[in-house]
């Protein structure tokens, strides 16, 4: 069973909403670089005022302070039994960072899952977002509409949409995945790691086959 996982792929392609599946289903931390900053940002402190300036406008966070972010939480102990990496890394200095970082804690990276979508339905997706204020559970307008409108099924959370997820904001972002990220699936690729699954399919059903995997 693989369990320190990379879970890859463009803004809107189901990382979030693949990895609380995954993280319920085998138990494993869940390290979201994006929770990690919005949640810096509703607290006020100065990674988050740092952040913000950055995430609104739809760039990524500078490498340094994303690395060092994630090298803190990667040696707290509830990495132990495994850990999904949601959104990072992004870049290839960040991916180098991760192999060196893996190496002295001694929990290499086992599989690199990466989703793949194509645009228009990432534009459809993004644009119908709502995530939960609270726990920041991903709904969707159309296709992930929550039991009662504005609530949010697991906490009864307000959902609210994210500043990001606007049409400028989505442009750079995409453009950022294309030149930045994009590259990481030879790097991944080269080291034997990666594996594509297609986020075209339905959440149950991607959910399914990725599980399936693992546990191969
Ligand atoms: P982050 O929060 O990581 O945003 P993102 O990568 O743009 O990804 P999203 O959260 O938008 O999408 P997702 O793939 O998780 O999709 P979701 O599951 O929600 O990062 C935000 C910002 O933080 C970045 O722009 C950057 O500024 C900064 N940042 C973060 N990490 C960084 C790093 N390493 N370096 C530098 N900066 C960093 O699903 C989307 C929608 O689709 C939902 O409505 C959902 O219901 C629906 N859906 C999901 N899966 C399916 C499916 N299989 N079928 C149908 N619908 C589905």
Redesign the pocket.
């Known amino acids: 069973m693989k369990l320190n996982i990379i879970?890859m792929?463009?803004?809107?392609?189901?990382?979030?909403?693949?990895?609380?599946q995954l993280k319920s289903e085998f138990n494993l931390a869940h390290i979201?670089?994006?929770?990690?900053?919005?949640d810096a940002i509703k607290a006020g402190t100065e990674l988050g005022k740092l952040?913000q300036s950055?995430?609104d406008?739809?760039?990524?966070?500078?490498?340094e302070?994303?690395i060092g972010l994630?090298k803190e939480r990667l040696s707290n102990k509830d990495c132990e039994n495994g850990f999904l990496l949601?959104?990072?890394?992004?870049?290839i200095p960040?991916a180098e960072a991760l192999q060196e970082l893996s190496k002295e804690i001694q929990r290499p990276i086992e599989v690199v899952i990466n989703?793949s979508?194509d645009n228009n339905?990432l534009v459809r997706?993004?644009s119908?977002?709502?995530?939960c204020k609270v726990c920041g559970a991903?709904?969707?307008i159309d296709?992930?509409k929550p039991k009662i409108e504005g609530k949010c099924d697991l906490c009864g959370g307000e959902l609210i949409q994210?500043k990001?997820?606007n049409e400028e904001?989505l442009k750079?972002?995409l453009g950022?995945?294309n030149l930045k990220t994009k590259p990481l699936l030879d790097y991944y690729s080269n080291l034997g790691l990666l594996k594509s699954f297609n986020?075209?399919?339905?959440?149950e059903?991607?959910?399914d086959e990725v599980k399936l995997f693992l546990k191969s």
């Not at 463009?10 to 609380?20: F, V």
């Not at 979201?32 to 919005?38: A, I, L, N, Q, V």
């Open positions: 879970l792929g463009p803004p809107g392609a189901g990382k979030g909403t693949l990895a609380k979201s670089t994006g929770d990690m900053f919005r952040a950055y995430i406008e739809g760039h990524l966070v500078p490498d302070v994303t994630v949601d959104g990072f890394p992004r870049t960040q989703l979508c339905e997706r993004i119908g977002r709502r995530v991903p709904y969707h296709s992930a994210r990001d997820d904001s750079v972002r950022d995945y986020s075209l399919q339905g959440k059903s991607l959910f």
